[in-house]
């Protein structure tokens, strides 16, 4: 490729005279005497392009390769004449793995729509776009395990079936092998109702109370009958504990995995970024640079409300101490007042779950939302209520079934500790990196609801 696999074709040419390529062609050209196949092997955005010269070995097998075949091109890298392009290959022999009939192969060489491509999620990672966009998704994704090696947090695996609602607003796949219809605990697999999980915060906790510092990063479910272009039924979360760390700390931590994630990616995918920057998100990688120097800042929601009433804005919610800020809201306060990501924190407690430490004020919890430009919410956390008759007196107004929290009780009867953590929504970390607007394009393949394609 003429990106990050030339250095190890031009090592190879070196020792051994000539080169291998193998990848898609992307479009093939004939002229008199010789044809150009532009081929990709998905490391990077650019093709390289492959001569085959008529009467060689290569020209005898290029009966039927058109765009969407496979090949694998042997031949020596050359300095190459054409613009835009620095090296090429002049084949020696061309082996085809697989052909693409061009009267039927999907991606032909126009613009899709978004629309159509999810319909053929199977085949949109081949696509400049995609391909751009699930690269900086693999890179994010390290840039994250890097982020909290780097800080001594430990890597735990929470479970993906569980008995308990997280964030108690009953909205869980439940997972079962009885037959329709059927009821009675005792004929469960597990012997109670089960769910598919969605968050892995409270078996961190756990965690947290015994190795410090851990981060949970895996798939997550939620039974949401939502179809905005932020909602997925199927989602990875992000989510560090952090053992004597209080919501101050939380902060900090939320925002330094952002600014790091961001210049993570600006480094790895210059090419990417500049092609959604063109064809996306125009503004997109000056909006990024301006993030990963770190320039956040901080409001509580008590003055993030009296600040969107004197905006002076139509807002098609209202806004009033009490409300759960809505996505019109948070993008104001991230575009237009601070034009900076923004972090909002000690909300009422009468709109955040159980589990958030109780101020001295009686009003409002240790709570904090990471809010950022295009998106709103990205990151939402919390310093924990590490105090056992607080938490008991919480849940109990609430509702909820102690019996089925017992042993996240126990973390406070037995050495409790500050602690705290956040939730990001890694999906929605994409979006902010590449510009991309629908979750749903940016997951290989999304779970919506009434979708459950490939």
Not at 100 to 121: M, V
Not at 184 to 190: I, K, L, S, V
Not at 347 to 371: C, H, S
Not at 373 to 383: C, D, F
Request: proline letters at 5%; hydrophobic letters at 40%.
């Amino acid at each position: 490729m003429q990106g990050s696999r030339v250095k190890d074709l031009l090592a190879a040419s070196h020792a051994q005279g000539s080169v291998e390529v193998r990848g898609w062609v992307r479009t093939r050209r004939d002229s008199r005497g010789f044809a150009f196949l532009e081929v990709n092997d998905g490391s990077c955005l650019n093709n390289i392009q492959c001569i085959v010269d008529e009467g060689t070995e290569a020209w005898d097998h290029l009966e039927g390769v058109n765009t969407g075949a496979s090949v694998c091109v042997r031949g020596a890298l050359v300095e190459s004449p054409g613009r835009g392009q620095k090296w090429e290959v002049h084949a020696a022999s061309l082996e085809v793995f697989g052909l693409a009939d061009p009267s039927a192969y999907p991606l032909q060489k126009k613009r899709h729509s978004d629309e159509f491509l999810r319909t053929i999620a199977h085949l949109r990672p081949r696509t400049n776009k995609y391909g751009a966009v699930f690269r900086i998704r693999s890179e994010a994704a390290w840039a994250v395990h890097d982020y909290f090696r780097a800080r001594g947090f430990y890597y735990v695996h929470t479970p993906l079936i569980t008995g308990s609602d997280c964030e108690g607003a009953g909205e869980m796949f439940r997972v079962t092998t009885q037959p329709r219809g059927a009821s009675g605990a005792e004929d469960e697999f597990f012997g109670r109702p089960a769910a598919l999980t969605v968050s892995g915060q409270l078996e961190g906790e756990a965690f947290a109370c015994a190795l410090g510092r851990i981060y949970t990063f895996g798939p997550t479910f939620r039974a949401e009958h939502s179809n905005t272009p932020r909602h997925a039924a199927e989602f990875w979360m992000i989510e560090p504990e952090a053992a004597f760390n209080d919501i101050w700390d939380n902060m900090e931590l939320a925002e330094g995995l952002v600014a790091h994630a961001v210049r993570h990616v600006l480094t790895r995918c210059p090419d990417e970024l500049g092609l959604l920057d063109a064809y996306v998100s125009p503004g997109l990688v000056e909006s990024l640079q301006r993030m990963s120097e770190g320039a956040f800042a901080r409001v509580s929601y008590r003055d993030a409300v009296r600040l969107l009433q004197e905006s002076g804005s139509k807002f098609e919610y209202p806004v009033d101490f009490g409300c759960d800020l809505q996505t019109e809201h948070e993008r104001f306060l991230a575009e237009d007042h601070f034009k900076a990501p923004v972090t909002v924190y000690d909300y009422p407690r009468g709109i955040k779950p159980f589990y958030m430490r109780q101020n001295d004020d009686g009003e409002t919890v240790a709570a904090m939302d990471l809010l950022v430009p295009r998106i709103g919410e990205l990151i939402g956390g919390s310093q924990r209520e590490e105090r056992l008759d607080r938490l008991e007196r919480r849940m109990a107004e609430l509702g909820q079934d102690m019996k089925d929290y017992w042993w996240y009780a126990d973390l406070r009867r037995y050495g409790s500790v500050p602690h705290s953590g956040f939730g990001m929504g890694f999906e929605r970390l994409v979006m902010l990196l590449t510009g991309v607007s629908n979750i749903r394009d940016v997951l290989p393949f999304p779970r919506t609801p009434g979708n459950l394609e490939f």
